[in-house]
């Protein structure tokens, strides 16, 4: 695994805006795999950014979100489909047809085989290590399916959610699906995440600590900002 860090937030998101946009220049296809949360929305604004200043085009582009929350309509105000057109696909010149979020209808896997598999894919960390929402003791080879979130990823959540209730189910990408993509990067940003980045990254590999597995991956790069680091 190769470690870049970052000296701020507003790096790490130019950096690995960067990153994406190199690997799509100039390839016919692409297929990317998408996070959410608050850590790559620095990343998405960067790439709006590139699309309008310098054409960067996603027409060619497939995207596989990471993970969606069950229960809640698309266009509600805190599903992810909601947060992914928000922050980047209103923006730039994606297909709709071409962004796919998994649902419980269980052909993820199987969309993401027929195109030849994810090239890169971008995620996040939680705070217990969890990655999409696999959360602690998630089998290293688990696959896309329906998860229990976990106490403190709904707490987490809940500040977000305001009066509404967080829902207590999601669909995710498994383990093993994100291990089978050709290139992974990982985000991490601010203090908060120092502990749980020096545990998945520099810590035993075990399922629970779910981010652990992606030392176990041939070609991972890890971007961290001075704070996620925590190391002097
Ligand atoms: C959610 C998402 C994860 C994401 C995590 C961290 O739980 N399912 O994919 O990595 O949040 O979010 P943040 O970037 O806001 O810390």
Known sequence: MRILVTADYQTLSRTAAELVAKAVRGRAEFVLGLPTGRTPLGMYAELVRMHRDQGLS?????????????????????SFHTCMHEHFFDHVDIAEANAHFPDEAGNYEEAIRNVGGIEL????????????????????????????????????????FGSNAVPHQAVTMGIGTMLDSRHIVLLASGSGK?????????GPITEAVPASALQMHPNVIAILDEEANGEK
């Not at 596989?64 to 698309?74: I, K, P, S, V, W």
């Not at 120092?194 to 520099?202: G, H, N, P, T």
């Open 121 to 160: 894919l971008i995620v996040g960390i939680g705070a217990n290590g969890h990655i999409a929402f696999n959360e602690p003791g998630s089998g290293f080879s688990s696959r896309t399916r329906t998860v229990s979130l976990a106490a403190e990823t709904m707490a987490n959540a809940a500040k977000q």
């Open 194 to 202: 120092a502990e749980v980045v020096r545990r998945s990254l520099r």
């Open 58 to 78: 996603f027409s060619k582009v497939r995207t596989f979100n990471l993970d969606e929350y069950l229960g809640l309509a698309q266009d509600d105000p805190n």
